[in-house]
Antibody, heavy 117, light 108 residues
Framework: QVQLQESGPGLVKPSETLSLTCTVSSGSMSSSFWSWNRQPPGRGLEWIGYIYYSGSTNYNPSLKSRVTLSVDTSKNQFSLRLSSVTAADTAVYFC???????????WGKGTTVTVSS | EIVLTQSPGTLSLSPGERATLSCRASESVSSRLLAWYQQKPGQAPRLLIYGASGRATGIPDRFSGSGSGTDFTLTISRLEPEDFAVYHCQQFGVLPYTFGQGTKLEIK
């Protein structure tokens, strides 16, 4: 059973770049899409974007100018970079298997990122 | 983008009762590309239903999904104590993917 684990700083300063990595274990990244979602405190879920194992991407237009997803299949990892963060980017960030027209069937436990000086 | 509106916002029921949760889309969604997730406090969402009516692995048969076009329903036939949680619908057919705001199912 594939498992996902997010890692990265829990505190980011305003205007800086948020960087998270998701490590895929007990399975291969091949032939799958991988997404990032987030959930601000007390609010609903928001899809950030997805990346195919080959590297092709699709982003939410609301974040597109600030988001970059990348993948390193040799390390079984994919990553999120979100630039110029503000307090509105404070959220729990989840890495997920799915996207590209596929449902999201495996979720990481989530990591809380707070944007504050 | 497609807006998904879930109703009710909060549903108060007792164990053993039947729960019916609604998800309405602002435009037609392929039933093949709609999913439901369950989320408990402090946990990640868990896939329940995909393709509008397919149960994910390990999901009990008291959970069922139905619907087409703009109207979708998640039904829990007989509530168990562990079913009280927040439920989210999601469409993943039209970019950007969107989620409903969630329905909180609470114990009455």
């Amino acid at each position: 059973q594939v498992q996902l684990q997010e890692s990265g700083p829990g505190l980011v300063k305003p205007s800086e770049t948020l960087s998270l990595t998701c490590t895929v274990s007990s399975g291969s990244m091949s032939s799958s899409f991988w997404s990032w979602n987030r959930q601000p405190p007390g609010r609903g879920l928001e899809w950030i974007g997805y990346i195919y194992y080959s590297g092709s991407t699709n982003y939410n237009p609301s974040l597109k100018s600030r988001v970059t997803l990348s993948v390193d299949t040799s390390k079984n990892q994919f990553s999120l970079r979100l630039s110029s963060v503000t307090a509105a980017d404070t959220a729990v960030y989840f890495c997920v298997r799915g996207g590209g027209g596929y449902h999201m069937d495996v979720w990481g436990k989530g990591t809380t990122v707070t944007v504050s000086s | 983008e497609i807006v998904l509106t879930q109703s009710p916002g909060t549903l108060s029921l007792s164990p053993g009762e039947r729960a019916t949760l609604s998800c309405r889309a602002s435009e037609s969604v392929s039933s093949r590309l709609l999913a439901w997730y369950q989320q408990k406090p402090g946990q990640a969402p868990r896939l329940l239903i995909y393709g509008a009516s397919g149960r994910a692995t390990g999901i009990p048969d008291r959970f069922s999904g139905s619907g087409s076009g703009t109207d979708f329903t998640l039904t829990i036939s007989r509530l168990e104590p562990e079913d009280f949680a927040v439920y989210h619908c999601q469409q993943f057919g039209v970019l950007p993917y969107t989620f409903g705001q969630g329905t909180k199912l609470e114990i009455k």
